[in-house]
């Protein structure tokens, strides 16, 4: 799969190139008038958008060797923004790709009031790519079970999760592709260590739970925000995601509203954990699974990733970005 991601670094370096060549129109387009000097602008910043998304889905694709040769990829839509650039996204990588791979989209048709059926197989058709939508009626197991007033969100996933593996498996496919991105992960992150008190997140690749399929999800490190305008740009016909009347998970509100401040008060905080995720030293934290503190020992052997005998108090130096990550409190 590194070769998609060569291939995704070598079409970004020729859209590098032509993004000189389009500012260099754009710097002669002086002369025309300004609405049209105005469509132009918002053409080259669209292109960067499609540019960038792709870019940073081929680096993830790579990183994780998420596709290979030969796989059958279960593009999971929803009818959200998120899914539909997901599947827009695998599509245009699949066909710069050095490597075969097939894509399927699936929707769960779970039955909840007023769902506009009709919608994604109409949006599918026009694309031309295969599909399958699967009717399910979780929207009554769940209205049946769950005590009114309680959130429903986790039987509702569970219950989808277990269809869709089955699903995967009768259609063949060799991995799931969700439409996850970096600010679902790093909420997740936060979500399980502020309320589950658990040093734990939303990995870009993982087995699932009946160790049967390899679910990925491309759009790590792709922000929302970019996934939102690119949603605007397309058109996507959005379906709703409030059908169901669930309340909106406060606890993630909460969260999300944070690194929202964050990123306002201190710029790049949110990128510096978010690279935090993937630099983790076990031997610096204190899971005894992880690190095996019982049996250390001096080796008398020098170790460049050690302790440096009492680490400096990052406090105490005068590197702002430094301070930035320590303050967690928005009003720090
Ligand atoms: S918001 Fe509704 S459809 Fe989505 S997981 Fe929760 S209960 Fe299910």
Redesign the pocket.
């Known amino acids: 799969m590194n070769d998609l991601l060569e291939h995704a670094k070598l079409t970004e370096d020729t859209s590098a190139a032509s993004d000189a060549s389009d500012a260099s129109d754009a710097t002669q387009a002086t002369t025309l008038s300004p609405s049209v000097k105005q469509a132009e602008k918002i053409a080259y910043e669209n292109n960067k958008l499609h540019k960038r998304l792709c870019r940073l889905t081929g680096q993830a694709i790579g990183d994780y060797n998420m596709i290979e040769d030969g796989d059958k990829i279960m593009v999971c839509l929803s009818g959200g923004k998120d899914s539909y650039a997901l599947l827009d996204i695998l599509l245009t990588l699949r066909e710069r790709a050095p490597i075969n791979f097939d894509i399927i989209a699936v929707n769960l048709d779970?039955k909840?009031p007023n769902f506009p059926a009709d919608i994604l197989p109409a949006y599918l058709e026009k694309l031309g790519v295969a599909y399958h939508i699967e009717n399910q009626d979780?929207?009554s197991i769940?209205k049946r079970v769950v005590p009114e007033g309680k959130?429903?969100?986790a039987?509702?996933?569970r219950l989808?999760r277990g269809i869709l593996y089955r699903v995967a498996t009768e259609l063949g496919a060799t991995k799931i592709a969700l439409g996850h991105h970096r600010d679902d992960i790093l909420e997740t992150f936060f979500l399980n260590m502020f309320f589950g008190g658990k040093l734990k997140g939303m990995p870009p690749k993982l087995q699932s739970d009946d160790g049967k399929q390899i679910v990925i999800r491309p759009l790590a490190y792709v922000k929302e925000a970019d996934l939102t305008r690119y949603a605007e740009v397309k058109e996507f016909p959005i379906i709703p995601?409030?059908?169901?009347?669930?309340q909106e998970n406060l606890q993630r509100k909460q969260i999300k509203g944070l690194m929202r401040e964050w990123e306002k008060k201190y710029p790049g905080r949110v990128d510096n954990i978010f690279a935090s995720l993937s630099t983790a030293a076990p031997s610096h934290l204190m899971d005894r699974n992880l690190f095996d503190f019982a049996n250390l020992k001096a080796t008398g052997i020098a170790d460049a990733d050690g302790d440096i005998a009492f680490d400096e108090d990052p406090c105490a130096t005068s590197n702002p970005t430094a301070q930035n990550v320590i303050s967690l409190h928005p009003a720090d």
């Open positions: 779970q909840q979780t929207y769940v959130t429903t969100c039987l509702c996933s989808r995601c409030d059908l169901c009347g669930s």
